[in-house]
């Protein structure tokens, strides 16, 4: 296109940054799911589940941007060629993501330390230390009365 509009040109730019938090997103879930996603502490569960969604209203932003894109563009084959390829980006990561999200937070993970039931906890903060754990699991931290 030898004559781009200052819309357009922003329109790209914004394209970029859309491409870049997906890119952020699939660097954050590869770091996390390289442990064992099903014993991720539960403050990780909660965070996946936001970051999934802000993945979902990030590709709605990006279905908006692009179809703008498209609509000022009159040679349509390099931004097909870029929709494909944004799209199998979001589809890959939602495709791993969403399961995980979901089979996270469908029960504790066996060493979870930080439980919000209190009926299911036990507080170490009598200790010092004020954490939350598991009644049954040791408590992860090293307090003074424990020397």
């Given at each position: 296109?030898?004559e781009?509009?200052?819309?357009?040109?922003?329109?790209?730019?914004?394209?970029?940054?859309?491409?870049?938090?997906?890119?952020?997103?699939?660097?954050y879930?590869?770091l996390?799911s390289?442990?064992?996603i099903?014993?991720?502490?539960?403050?990780?569960?909660?965070?996946?589940?936001?970051r999934?969604?802000?993945?979902?209203?990030l590709?709605?932003?990006?279905e908006?941007?692009?179809?703008?894109?498209?609509?000022?563009?009159?040679?349509?084959d390099?931004?097909?060629?870029?929709?494909?390829?944004?799209?199998e980006?979001?589809?890959?990561?939602?495709?791993?993501?969403?399961?995980?999200?979901?089979s996270?937070?469908?029960?504790?993970?066996?060493?979870v330390?930080?439980?919000?039931?209190?009926?299911?906890?036990?507080?170490?903060?009598?200790r010092g230390?004020g954490?939350?754990?598991?009644?049954?699991?040791?408590?992860?931290?090293?307090?003074?009365?424990d020397?």
């Open positions: 296109m030898a781009e509009t200052k819309e357009f040109k922003d329109l790209i730019k914004q394209r970029g940054s859309i491409k870049g938090r997906l890119t952020n997103f699939k660097t879930f590869s996390l390289s442990s064992d099903n014993k991720i502490h539960e403050s990780q569960v909660r965070e996946l589940g936001l999934v969604a802000k993945l979902e209203a590709f709605s932003d990006f908006k941007c692009q179809n703008q894109i498209e609509l000022l563009c009159p040679v349509l390099d931004q097909i060629r870029e929709r494909d390829q944004i799209e980006r979001e589809e890959e990561s939602s495709a791993a993501a969403v399961p995980a999200a979901s996270a937070s469908a029960g504790p993970p066996q060493d330390y930080a439980i919000d039931e209190p009926s299911a906890r036990e507080a170490c903060g009598a230390a954490c939350a754990r598991a009644a049954d699991a040791p408590c992860p931290h090293t307090h003074d009365s020397t």
